[in-house]
């Protein structure tokens, strides 16, 4: 039986948001092309500016056009991590609200490390290990300034990322850091625990400098399964 609901009208922005978005999909439309002003859209499409501007406002939400102050859009640049970016929002509401998702992403960050850390071992250039270590060097001078220890421990785990060669895991690597820094903070540091972190940290540079994959796979594992379980003990001492 057809369904009798009422058709309702679409929105002029909806419109607009789809003629603009078929450009860029096309391609008449390139990554760095400026965009037709907002006039211009106006003209084109007979429609007023307030329609025109929550469609391109929409089209920033979801990363496909920059809008900036002063100036006309622009086509976006593909980028791994603007997308990670516009996902900000929505895992706060994920790991704020919801137990098992805050699990899961510990579990799933754990087990992307671990392999990260066995690809870094067996594809890292001296350039690399000296690189980790300066990391390593600063994070040791920190340990009294918490804020800057805990941006250093996110740094220290996506330059191992960035070793591995792949240039989608860094982006993911800081992106994972930075929601549960962002929004769980207890989970990647607690006051106390530097000592254990950095000694942990430098097991990890040690297993990658000899490229024993297997050796930085399960310190990268012992050290992130462990922090958990450290961190969730002393958040219910």
Known sequence: MMDSAPISRRKLSDEVFDR???TIK???LQPGDLMPSERALMETLGVGRPA???ALQSLARMGLIEIRHGGRARVAEPSFGHMFDQ???TMRHLLIHSPTNLEHLKDARATLEREVARMAAKRRADSDVRRLWGVLDD???AVDDTAKFR???GRFHREIAAISGNPIW????EAVFSWLNNFHVDLVAVPGLEQLTLTEHRQIAEAIEQRDPDAAAQAMGDHLYRANELYRRANLA
């Open 52 to 54: 025109v501007r929550e």
């Open 170 to 173: 860094p982006v993911v690597s």
């Open 139 to 141: 994070q040791a001078a």
């Open 26 to 28: 096309d391609g008449t």
């Open 151 to 153: 941006a250093l421990d």
């Open 87 to 89: 996902l900000g929002e």
């Open 20 to 22: 603009v978005l078929e």
